[in-house]
């Protein structure tokens, strides 16, 4: 019987990803560490599955998994994967799923169908923050089907490479523009989406307190609600801490589903007294601009997003041509009411 990559981990105590970055040359493992991983990996004859010849010049049938069906942004990406290969004609076949809700469960129920029934050559995944979606790229890399993330990330895993913002920064982003916005003093209140599952979410979040504990001073955050992509339940929230707080004038939706915020600005008549910076520029978002509900609204390069994903997996299937860097950041766009009308880059 072969040996496995998770063999080899076990016999030097480290992870799988660990043993795949080692094997295979790519940063983030002390020099030390990977002579002895390779060493132990020759000692006991295991062979990673990407000496395989690539496959032949066929149509490659790529399966992407993302999840949130009912965020704008998701929609808009989802389109991307599924007409991009067409447009440019790449001889790529796009198998794509977007699942409801954020269950780790339904997202590798989705894989499972991808790889095992409908045999896809590699996968394109937005993965959720769980240990078991980590392993299922781990054992996907180890049978040869590559898998590049997008839009989140598991850095401790051995997929190909990441596509995606840094949702840190984007989230020191919003918080500059939100201090700008305010000219250094006043009420915030963060809006996300909930406490777990969602990496971008939770970094966003990160990013904002951080960015405002250190050049923001004057400005008290309330407490994070969380809002379990309940459009309602955001709108009420908002109503009933715009009650109880007047001096609250800032909103910050790290959320994908924000509509609610929107609805309860301009219930309460303080479009333009209380200023909203949101993430991603879909149409929702640029219309409330155009309306004075939002302040700024923060893209991260949606077309990018859904085509370099397909064209790395096909240079490394096609070629075993592997990406120079393992993580490729999307840019930061901003629009406010002065250029929403300015085509950005992609349609974010």
Do not use: W
């Given at each position: 019987?072969?040996?496995?990559?998770?063999?080899?981990?076990?016999?030097?105590?480290?992870?799988?990803?660990?043993?795949?970055?080692?094997?295979?040359?790519?940063?983030?493992?002390?020099?030390?560490?990977?002579?002895?991983?390779?060493?132990?990996?020759?000692?006991?004859?295991?062979?990673?599955?990407?000496?395989?010849?690539?496959?032949?010049?066929?149509?490659?049938?790529?399966?992407?998994?993302?999840?949130?069906?009912?965020?704008?942004?998701?929609?808009?990406?989802?389109?991307?994967?599924?007409?991009?290969?067409?447009?440019?004609?790449?001889?790529?076949?796009?198998?794509?799923?977007?699942?409801?809700?954020?269950?780790?469960?339904?997202?590798?129920?989705?894989?499972?169908?991808?790889?095992?029934?409908?045999?896809?050559?590699?996968?394109?995944?937005?993965?959720l923050a769980s240990e078991r979606i980590r392993e299922r790229i781990d054992s996907l890399t180890e049978r040869?089907?590559?898998?590049?993330?997008?839009?989140?990330?598991?850095?401790?895993?051995?997929?190909?490479?990441?596509?995606?913002?840094?949702?840190?920064?984007?989230?020191?982003?919003?918080?500059?523009?939100?201090?700008?916005?305010?000219?250094?003093?006043?009420?915030?209140?963060?809006?996300?989406?909930?406490?777990?599952?969602?990496?971008?979410?939770?970094?966003?979040?990160?990013?904002?307190?951080?960015?405002?504990?250190?050049?923001?001073?004057?400005?008290?955050?309330?407490?994070?609600?969380?809002?379990?992509l309940d459009s309602e339940l955001i709108e009420r929230t908002v109503l009933r801490e715009l009650e109880n707080?007047?001096?609250?004038?800032?909103?910050?939706?790290?959320?994908?589903?924000?509509?609610?915020?929107?609805?309860?600005?301009?219930?309460?008549?303080?479009?333009?007294?209380?200023?909203?910076?949101?993430?991603?520029?879909?149409?929702?978002?640029?219309?409330?601009?155009?309306?004075?509900?939002?302040?700024?609204?923060?893209?991260?390069?949606?077309?990018?997003?859904?085509?370099?994903?397909?064209?790395?997996?096909?240079?490394?299937?096609?070629?075993?041509?592997?990406?120079?860097?393992?993580?490729?950041?999307?840019?930061?766009?901003?629009?406010?009411?002065?250029?929403?009308?300015?085509?950005?880059?992609?349609?974010?």
């Open positions: 019987m072969a040996v496995t990559i998770q063999q080899v981990a076990e016999a030097c105590g480290v992870s799988r990803g660990t043993v795949d970055r080692a094997l295979h040359n790519k940063k983030g493992v002390r020099p030390e560490v990977a002579a002895q991983i390779q060493e132990a990996a020759r000692q006991m004859g295991y062979i990673s599955p990407r000496v395989r010849p690539a496959i032949d010049d066929r149509t490659v049938r790529i399966g992407v998994v993302l999840h949130s069906a009912a965020s704008p942004f998701m929609q808009i990406l989802a389109d991307i994967f599924r007409t991009h290969p067409t447009e440019v004609m790449l001889p790529v076949e796009t198998i794509v799923r977007v699942q409801e809700n954020r269950e780790p469960k339904l997202q590798l129920a989705l894989i499972d169908e991808l790889v095992e029934s409908l045999h896809v050559d590699g996968l394109v995944l937005a993965p040869g089907i590559p898998v590049v993330t997008v839009n989140t990330d598991i850095e401790d895993s051995s997929r190909l490479a990441y596509v995606g913002p840094d949702s840190i920064a984007s989230g020191r982003a919003a918080a500059a523009l939100m201090g700008l916005a305010l000219g250094g003093q006043g009420m915030v209140l963060p809006i996300t989406d909930q406490q777990f599952g969602h990496y971008a979410d939770s970094q966003r979040l990160s990013g904002f307190t951080a960015e405002m504990a250190e050049n923001f001073p004057g400005i008290h955050l309330l407490p994070p609600v969380s809002c379990y707080n007047p001096m609250l004038n800032g909103i910050y939706p790290s959320t994908a589903v924000r509509t609610g915020a929107f609805r309860a600005v301009q219930r309460a008549g303080v479009a333009g007294k209380v200023h909203v910076v949101v993430h991603d520029l879909t149409p929702d978002n640029l219309d409330m601009i155009r309306a004075g509900v939002v302040d700024f609204a923060i893209g991260q390069e949606v077309q990018v997003q859904g085509t370099l994903p397909l064209r790395l997996l096909y240079q490394y299937l096609t070629r075993r041509q592997a990406p120079e860097k393992r993580i490729l950041t999307t840019n930061i766009e901003i629009k406010f009411r002065y250029n929403t009308e300015i085509i950005p880059s992609g349609p974010d």
